[in-house]
């Protein structure tokens, strides 16, 4: 397992839309414990494929100490109820904003090995599984507030 560099506001390849995962092999066990080791290495609770310079939907949360939720091709069934908290980001180093998110989350996805499941999440880690979702999709938690917009101003080369 290794760290992988992480790319950072300003680097385009955040804001493309990843692809689906197709081939549940050895490579995407690879980056699935390379995100992992990286998300540990920089004290991070998730981390996209995306943020490692891999546009593919694919996704590590940290649950507990020793429990890892690893999440490909993950679509949301639904949200309920809204909660406006503190978020930081790997690709925003050292920025903090208060970020609306929902309070529950439902989701279907595929493990590592391509079988399906459906996961709840609800306060924190519900706010975590839609902030990578929103990589995957190209979006960062600076474009959903004012505060983070300007701070996007002032730091993302177009």
């Not at 091709?73 to 904003?97: A, D, H, M, Q, W």
Request: hydrophobic share 40%; charged share 30%.
């Amino acid at each position: 397992m290794s760290v992988r560099k992480i790319v950072t506001l300003g680097n385009k390849t955040l804001r493309k839309i990843s692809k689906p995962v197709v081939d549940f092999d050895q490579s995407l066990f690879e980056l699935l414990d390379d995100m992992k080791t990286t998300m540990l290495e920089k004290r991070g609770v998730g981390i996209s494929a995306v943020q490692v310079g891999v546009l593919r939907r694919a996704i590590v949360i940290q649950l507990d100490d020793d429990e890892f939720l690893e999440i490909i091709n993950p679509e949301i069934i639904k949200t309920r109820g809204k909660v406006n908290e503190s978020e930081g980001c790997l690709s925003v180093p050292g920025f903090y904003c208060d970020v609306e998110r929902p309070k529950y989350v439902k989701i279907s996805a595929y493990n590592r090995n391509g079988e399906p499941f459906v996961f709840e999440a609800k306060d924190y880690i519900a706010r975590c599984v839609c902030h990578e979702i929103d990589h995957l999709n190209g979006v960062l938690f600076v474009d959903l507030t004012d505060e983070g917009r300007a701070y996007k101003l002032e730091h993302e080369v177009n």
